[in-house]
């Protein structure tokens, strides 16, 4: 088992490269992943194939990050988010070749915690994605999204609602599993306990 600078408990691919020091235990590196120096990446991860994760760039515990998913710095992923294959995020709004931003001239992302976003989404930089949000495949992230949201389409819009299950809620704001929610000022909140997740 490969591991990067000496860190027990990672696993990296003889094909995947982790130049960070600061990986966590059971976090695994598959082939042709990138990991860079400055990047973090919490406890019990997976980094798909041909995934690349920029210094800068902060992961959580326990997400998954599929085959060709992009994060860049500025970006940060909460705990136990999936990031479906060929999620992009960007980090710049007026990219230019000539012209190198870093630092605080990005505008940062956040994914906050549960939330997923589905096989293509794309993540326009400065928009924050709330806990347990849906982002269906092939949508353009333009604007935040809030916790619970179900967002479909180019630009984005938001359709509906999602469960911690990961289901979309009915009308009534319930689901399959049990749960019931119930849309306040404070946006949606959870009324009603379902089965474990």
């Not at 020091?21 to 194939?49: K, M, P, Q, Y």
């Not at 347990?132 to 609602?161: C, E, Q, Y």
Request: charged fraction near 20%; glycine fraction near 16%; aromatic fraction near 6%.
């Amino acid at each position: 088992m490969a591991t990067p600078k000496g860190i027990a408990g990672v696993f990296v691919h003889p094909q995947g490269i982790c130049d960070s020091d600061s990986v966590g235990e059971g976090t695994r590196v598959w082939a042709f992943a990138h990991v860079l120096e400055g990047a973090r990446v919490g406890r019990d991860c997976n980094v798909c194939d041909g995934a690349y994760i920029e210094g800068g760039a902060t992961v959580g515990d326990r997400v998954t990050v599929k085959n060709q998913v992009m994060i860049f710095e500025g970006v940060n992923v909460a705990d136990d988010v999936f990031l479906g294959p060929g999620v992009t995020f960007t980090n710049d709004l007026r990219p230019r070749a000539a012209i190198k931003r870093g630092g605080d001239a990005l505008l940062p992302t956040e994914v906050l915690e549960g939330a997923t976003l589905g096989a293509r989404v794309v993540v326009v930089c400065g928009t924050t994605i709330g806990r347990h949000a849906f982002v269906a495949a092939g949508a353009v992230v333009t604007k935040d999204v809030p916790d619970h949201g179900f967002l479909v389409g180019n630009p984005g819009r938001l359709i509906g609602w999602a469960c911690v299950c990961g289901e979309r809620l009915n009308a009534d704001l319930g689901c399959t599993c049990g749960r019931r929610y119930e849309l306040g000022p404070e946006g949606l909140h959870e009324v009603q306990a379902g089965t474990a997740v």
